[in-house]
């Protein structure tokens, strides 16, 4: 009893939020009807007459008097609800009925407290009370002084609704006085006594109706009578209250039975064993489908709403289908409610998000079934699939973009998953011939929207991407693994074909990704390269056996460059990511050219790279150099990152990790100083003044000391700095400062004189600090003696130079 009052208690709760909802709609109705202009009563006005003429004195006319015309009555103006009227007139009705309700429950409690009633007695007088109350609701219908008042009517016929769900618990699961089937036939008794209730008295009514309608059979025992009874009821009921709800224009109605529905298809999934759920899962589709068509009649608008039993459906089947070990059944509910959801959007546009859903939900469920252990009837459904989606989708093409997408759907995501997740269904063969079928049928789906002014059209991009795929998927299962970036590369310039042929924007940043396809299917060389750079970077001198095979690495990297090249000429190809896929075409080059540089001599022991290490890299640096001088007009964007590669490797290489004033290697085949003094060439033709000079004269520079330590040393030129070579750098450092002068003024290059006074001042102070400290005697004398002169000289050239340029000039210098 006290579970009895609980729910009670509970269905005063939704009783009293609905009444609180048809008081604000009240509230709005009467603040509309106060704003509205009412129409006010015009006054008569009298017409002004014109004075009559003055009359002869004899003859006096009485003046006549207009009758003016009643105000009209004013009309009597609506009460406001209140908080007063609202506790005092409202809720106590409410209250009062769920009091009638706990009373009878307390009564039959008391008579068996006491030991008054057997059973069976307070079984029927439970009835009767409920019968008594709805009589007495349809009296208060009937009797003028209480039918003023609606909600006194809705409270008893809701007390005898409830009272009567109270009485069928009483009888069958309580005292057993009923068997299961007698208790299911009266169940379906009262919840039509329910309904027809509802519709005689409003929301209130129907929230009872709902309430008990769905819970009776969980207090009459909802296997009691066979789940096939118990469905049968569960639609005949839903249907009962669909219709009640599109009759009374109740949209919240429809929803919620809808909610509880499929609330109770959850619970008998876990209720049930899988033997068992076939009735269950035809019941989804039932309920889907119903509610799909009831919501909009009901009075529902909102598009998600409208289409969510649909999604809802297919989610709820989605769950159903393992259970069911995907057999026929399973996947023949789901392709029924996915064909009904293709229907509702062909005949209605704003179902198509149902028809997405379903899509989208098929191949999530196709994917599962594969992944499974018993497949099930999985691949008699996939081709089933596949035509439900393609078929409407290609036929209906020109409606729109969502068709677009159908058919593409269904085109390509079954025949894709099922050679992905059980590849050996078929034969490799039987699968290439299957997606270059599906490939062809893509591409129609392009071709078909090519006059699509839409940039962003799923059918003309979707199309043409889904046509690729396909093909690259077919023919990569007819050649060997190593050559996968070919077909990749081929798919990629049929891409970029097509997207020239069309023009569309988005559809020409498409090649980009097939780009992306073939550095991925090259990894092992990639990594292997990556490799050797990294080595290379951080000293290692034998580097060439880190290198990838040779044909490895081109049949890997090769397809990548060739479709770069091609298509790289339209500007208009690989759009925002242009930039990056040249860049990356670059780079592959450079990789296979520099891999082809270390074949000839072919440094792969100490000695071997002791004699030619120096004169490889001297040599790969310089044709980096020439290649970037070649290309400096007609291809900056090139010239630019070879130059700079070049200009790296110098320094890093060469001055810093693999200098061979430090690590010893034979120059004697290409002298330091001549490839220093090449790299400056380059460098001045290559940068902007006054970069330029300036790079050329640090080049020269490092030629001279790289000429002297040579000379001094020979072939290989490590070691410490004698005597001979300290003397050796003074004089060529002064021969160079001399020159330098000599051509700045000549020149009137600033910089080269500046230079030139910059050595001559260290040269000088080197003189004096370092060699002359070390000489003693004539060699002494000799040395300041020829010194003096050298400056002496210079200075005498210099003033001259300076005082021959104009005033302005020598400011400046």
Known sequence: MDGILFLAVVALGIVAMVQAQRLRALTRRVDLLERSPRAEPQPTRVAELAPPPRPAPTAITPPVKRAEAPPPPLEPEPDRPSLESLIGARLPVWIGAVALVVAGFFLVRYAVEIGLLTPAVRTILAALFAMILVGASEAARRIPTLAEDPRIAQALAGAGTASSYATLYIAAALYQLIGPLPAFALMIGVTALGLFLALRHGPPTAVLALAGGFIAPLVAGYDAAGIGPLLAYLGLF?????????????????????????????????????????????????????????????????????????VAGLIQLLIFAPALSFDGFAWSFYLVLAAAALFLAWRDARHLPGALAALALSLVLLAAALVAPDHGATFIAAPVLALLFAAPGLILLNRGRSWAILALGGIAGPVLLANLLEPSHLTDWQWAGLELLAAALAFSVSWRRRSVIDSRDPGLIGGALAAAILCATALGQLVPLAWLGSVFAFATLGLGLWARRTGDRALLTLPAFGIAAILTAAFDPLADYLVLIAQSLAGERLTAPFLPDLADGFRALLPLIAPVALLARDGRHFGPLRKAVLSTGLTIALLLLYHLAKLPLAITTEPRFDSLGFVERALITHALFAAAFALRTRSPAIALPLFALALGRLLWFDLLVLNPVFVAQQVSLFPPALHVALAGFWLYRFLPQPLATRAAIAAALLATLAAVRQAAHGGIITGPIGTGENYGYSAALLLLALGGLTLGIRSSSRDLRLAGLGLLTFVTVKVFLIDAAALDGLLRILSFLGLGVALIGIGWVYRRFLAARPKASVANA
């Open 238 to 310: 839903t249907a009962a209250l669909f219709g009640l709800a599109i009759h009374r224009g109740w949209g919240w109605l429809a929803l919620a039975a809808t909610v509880v529905g499929f609330g109770w298809v959850n619970f008998l999934l876990v209720a049930l064993e899988p033997t068992r759920l076939t009735g269950p899962a035809a019941f989804v589709i039932a309920l889907a489908l119903a509610a799909t068509l009831a919501l909009p009649r009901a009075g529902v608008t909102s598009a998600w709403l409208r289409t969510a039993p649909l």
